[in-house]
């Protein structure tokens, strides 16, 4: 029962008490406004509107001002270094570095919170297997994020000119991925395709496929390792197999020798124009290169590159969090609770549905896939995702891992940049893997001073 039925139900009762001399006043409820920051841009506002209409409509007393914006997190950032808590907003599509610095309001008491819509249900238990995995604790063991929302990334396709060459579009291990790309050399071609100014391969190939190899070679501590910030993070034997299987890659010429300059809508063009046959990216490229299609239509195709040699083996794709709220640490109790309500809110199954039908993000819940009109109405490139898994023995993995305390963030940047900078000489074959992984590591052993 929502407070406005509460409220007419109890003044029907106030009128038919016998003896009464007057009516007593209804008591008083606390008008709540909650702030709200939302960054405008691939998932647009609209599925925000309407989460903010349905729960406005389940709680009259609480009005939701939401400020949406390209630009939302440099205004964030401003309010934020102004240190004043009643001018910032009250849930923030941010995380770093406020978690870190102690800013936000913890969420782990959400996850033991039953659904609104589905109470039987505990948030914890809702989310959909793999989702989980995104739910993670700053160093100081508490969660500030959780995932309303999620992206897979991999490599997609135009199923049209797959079927038209007929192309292999389920390579099992690393020679049959071999096979594929020289059959689209050959057939004239470049086999793939990405964003090197923004490193889009990483949505294909990261750390995620070097734990697909530690678990083809039984290594179980591997993935521990990662976590902890284990020496030789960059260098190690896994990261050095996988990009050095880029470096072949390279060699045979099967990436576009433009990728170094390419952003995310050149490379996605160039499969939609036949130029290419595969770009690394994620689901949201559906909604986001949906005015390119031709008139007649476009379908989407999905795979991942196994690096591993035997069939059936598990195939690691990378996924991550979108569109998640955080609730601001400073603000009274009485306004995080209700920040809690709202962001709980975001978890139903009215919600869910709204987020993937209007914004075209993969929803988090279990409960929506459960529902096949749900699947159904799924963008082309998501449902291509999920006939792959179904085909293949499917691991989804975010990457995530705990910065210990004494981490340096200047250097660790340095790492990374070191590392992501080069990964397209690596694709061309322009630099070796030991060349760039090396040199990212010697910054990265310095950033936890070892």
């Not at 007419?8 to 920051?37: F, R």
Request: with cysteine.
């Amino acid at each position: 029962m929502n407070l406005r039925k509460l409220f007419v139900l109890l003044a029907i009762v106030s009128l038919t008490l016998v003896g009464c001399a007057q009516t007593e006043p209804e008591p008083e409820v606390e008008e709540i406004v909650l702030k709200l920051a939302i960054q405008d841009a691939g998932y647009g506002t609209a599925h925000w509107e309407h989460i903010i209409k349905t729960f406005e409509a389940e709680y009259p007393n609480v009005k939701v001002e939401m400020t949406a914006s390209p630009d939302i997190g440099t205004l964030i950032s401003t309010l934020a270094q102004a240190g004043n808590d009643d001018e910032m907003f009250d849930l923030i599509q941010a995380y770093s570095p406020y978690a870190a610095e102690g800013l936000l309001e913890p969420l782990d008491d959400l996850l033991d919170m039953p659904l609104p819509d589905n109470p039987d249900i505990l948030l914890k238990d809702a989310f959909l297997e793999g989702v989980d995995k995104m739910i993670v604790p700053e160093a100081d063991g508490n969660i500030y994020k959780l995932p309303k929302s999620m992206w897979i990334g991999g490599l997609f396709y135009n199923t049209e000119v797959f079927e038209k060459y007929g192309w292999n579009t389920n390579p099992q291990n690393w020679e049959e991925f071999l096979t594929l790309m020289a059959d689209i050399k050959a057939d004239g071609l470049s086999p793939m395709t990405y964003a090197g100014i923004y490193n889009y391969l990483y949505f294909t190939v990261g750390w995620h496929k070097a734990f697909e190899l530690a678990d083809e070679a039984g290594d179980t501590g591997f993935r521990e390792e990662f976590v902890n910030y284990a020496d030789n993070r960059f260098n190690n034997e896994y990261m050095l197999e996988v990009y050095n299987k880029i470096y072949q890659l390279g060699e045979l010429g099967y990436f576009d020798q433009g990728v170094a300059v390419l952003d995310h809508t050149q490379s996605q063009m160039q499969v939609i124009q036949e130029k290419a046959a595969l770009v690394s990216s994620a689901d949201w490229i559906d909604n986001e290169m949906k005015s390119a299609y031709p008139a007649d239509g476009f379908t989407w195709g999905y795979m991942s590159i196994p690096f591993v040699e035997e069939k059936g083996g598990e195939i690691y794709v990378t996924a991550g969090t979108s569109d998640s709220l955080s609730i601001w640490g400073g603000k009274s109790d009485t306004q995080k609770e209700w920040a809690k309500k709202f962001l709980l809110w975001t978890f139903t199954d009215d919600a869910q549905k709204v987020t993937a039908e209007a914004a075209t993000a993969l929803p988090a819940t279990a409960t929506f896939y459960d529902n096949e009109e749900n699947v159904a109405n799924l963008v082309s490139a998501q449902k291509a995702i999920f006939a792959y898994i179904a085909k293949n023995n499917v691991v989804i993995e975010s990457n995530y891992a705990i910065p210990p305390a004494n981490l340096d963030g200047e250097l660790m940047q340095m790492a990374n940049t070191e590392f992501e900078t080069n990964i397209p000489l690596i694709s061309l074959a322009q630099k070796t893997a030991s060349e760039v992984l090396d040199a990212a590591n010697d910054y990265y052993q310095q950033a936890v001073g070892r």
